[in-house]
């Protein structure tokens, strides 16, 4: 006599959710995490008193502080597998309210860099460059380092070779090989810190032997830096007009940075 075969166990919500976040906890990325829909917020908010919401949006606030010290992007995988944890269900709400209280208290911005892989990263939305980046204030030597990188990637087109890269910078005594007074190892600075925090991007040059590499501009510098105030840094240490070059004129005038408002 055959036995009757059991039907395959059909996982509850719970088994579902643990398994999720097992994944999440494993992998370290939220390929198992998607926007729950509106009915599915609402209903996680009816589960919730506004101080446990309230309490949920300081704690991703803080979390992203700390992150952005470092000035790397903060990853939504990260932000999830951290903070909101069993809130997952409600994370759209708790972002909006996130991105409303930079923007009220700390006069930031939280934006979305990277819509694939959901990284985020805060920008001053009353400067978008440093009023010290022109000067020779030695409070963030780091700062003026990346702007003079950048101001070189932009006038020379957009992209532009690391040997350029680096000629210019001996200009300022600042050697690849050796230990500097403030970035300390210059190359490891420029190649990883700077392109970790998407300020850069350095990549190498197909079909090249030895290989050779080039820089561009990182996400983080695509949003958060004025070319208008790039070029006009730039034609100060010329002594020329702005418009004396034309194309970068063009593009500079046409950035979306330009239309934040800006500190009088």
Partial sequence: ????????????????????????????????????????VQ??????????VDQKMAEVVQFILIKDQKKIPIKRADIVKHVMKEYRNIYSEVMKRVTKTFERVFGLTLLEID???????????????????????????????????????????????????????????????????????????????????????????????????EFRWGLRAEKEVSKIKMLQFVSQLHDQDPQSWSQQYREATADPNNQRPQNV
């Fill in 115 to 213: 819509t694939k892989n959901h990284l985020y990263i805060l920008i001053n939305k009353l400067e978008t460059v440093p009023a010290d980046v022109c000067s020779t204030n030695p409070g963030k030597p780091r700062t003026g380092l990346l702007f003079v990188i950048l101001s070189i990637i932009f006038m020379k087109g957009g992209v532009v070779k690391e040997s350029v890269v680096w000629n210019t910078l001996k200009k300022l005594r600042v050697e690849p090989g050796e230990r500097h007074e403030d970035f300390g190892d210059v190359k490891k600075l420029i190649t990883e810190e700077f392109v970790r925090q998407k300020n850069l991007e350095y990549v190498r040059i197909p079909h090249t032997d030895p290989p050779e590499h």
């Fill in 43 to 52: 209903r996680g908010l009816d589960h919730l008193t506004p101080a446990q």
């Fill in 1 to 40: 006599m055959s036995q009757k075969r059991k039907a395959p166990a059909i996982p509850n919500s719970q088994t579902r959710y643990s398994r999720a976040s097992q994944a999440l906890d494993d992998s370290g990325e939220d390929y198992s995490f998607t926007q729950p829909s509106s009915s599915q």
